[in-house]
């Protein structure tokens, strides 16, 4: 890792240099990255720009390409874990907001926080979203996942995203392009950037809309952590058809292997939710990734199941035997 990151040395000041040449304040340097993190963890971002439209995000792909620079893209930071080293590249954070309506179909930047979309719907009496209440993360997160809960998933609401490619280019696709399945899209491939979505949902009775988002909410807030650093569900959920909504909960299992009671230094699984780990606020990023890889291992040694992470990874993690 040291040659790579000396090769990736020159490449990066030079960067610093352009991109701070172009867009001024836009850019920072040595970004801490556990305050845009639900885990609130990880070490600094070589190079940080914040954009809040499509043209500032386009550009800024389009020279971090020209550069030859590693960048990876930072939404709300809800479901990815990053490293205790850092990054050493460009983190991009999507601030692109922005909220219309056209009908039943509202226009939304991928920068705006998903229960800020629910909340729009419900006050304009238009249904689909209840599922997504109190889904933490952004839009363009939720599409680049396939956010969903209780049997539903944003692939299925989603008109069209406006799209920037990994050259900084700018087009607009259609929902089937994205290849939607259980927490995935084809985004995860091809690593585009969502700036736009379309979303398009049905007229309905806002009261009874705004009673369903309330009983998701007090349901999640029930089995869900407020306020400790937390990024949701850790693992997905496994296909059954026999199961309730076709999936066989993570949860159920590591439940089964005792997860509520284990705790590897600041990192431990919420007691109340066996999927979800939580940072104490002294825990770091490679506790967090062991206490995970001793879950996987036991749930495999138990029942022959490999969980796979609903989370991203951004970073160098410390290889270790569990």
């Keep these: 890792m040291k040659v790579l990151a000396n090769r990736l040395e020159r490449p990066l000041k030079e960067a610093t240099k352009v991109l701070m040449e172009k867009f001024g304040n836009l850019i920072s340097e040595d970004e801490p990255l556990a305050a845009h993190n639900t885990f609130g963890t990880g070490g600094k971002a070589r190079l940080f720009a914040n954009v809040c439209s499509t043209k500032e995000l386009a550009a800024v792909v389009h020279i971090a390409d020209e550069l030859k620079i590693p960048y990876f893209m930072l939404g709300g930071g809800s479901n990815m874990l990053i490293s205790d080293e850092g990054y050493n590249g460009l983190i991009i954070k999507n601030s692109i907001g922005g909220i219309q309506l056209d009908g039943t179909e509202i226009t939304v930047g991928a920068g705006v926080e998903l229960q800020r979309l629910v909340d729009f719907a419900t006050e304009h009496g238009l249904s689909g979203l209840e599922f997504a209440a109190g889904i933490w993360g952004t839009v363009g997160g939720a599409i680049f996942g396939n956010a969903g809960a209780y049997g539903s998933e944003i692939g299925s609401v989603l008109k069209w995203a406006e799209l920037v490619d990994r050259k900084g280019e700018v087009r607009v696709e259609p929902a089937t392009y994205f290849e939607f399945d259980y927490r995935t899209s084809k985004l995860k491939k091809t690593r585009e950037f969502v700036a736009r979505a379309g979303i398009v949902l049905r007229a309905g009775d ?117």
């Excluded at 650093?229 to 076709?246: L, M, T, V, Y």
């Excluded at 939710?273 to 506790?287: F, K, L, R, Y």
């Design 206 to 322: 806002k009261t009874e809309i705004a009673q369903k988002v309330q009983e998701i909410l007090k349901t999640r807030k029930d089995k869900l952590p407020e306020t400790e650093h937390s990024a949701g569900c850790f693992f997905k959920n496994i296909p059954d058809r026999r199961e309730k909504f076709g999936k066989l909960t993570a949860g159920k299992l590591l439940e089964e292997i005792g997860a509520k009671e284990m705790r590897v230094g600041g990192a431990y699984v919420y007691y109340k939710h066996a999927n979800i780990i939580i940072n104490d606020g002294t825990a770091n990023s490679q506790e967090i990734r062991r206490l995970a890889e001793t879950l996987k291992k036991k749930v495999k040694e138990k029942f022959g199941i490999e969980l796979a992470e609903e989370i991203t990874f951004l970073g160098d993690f410390k290889e270790e035997k569990i």
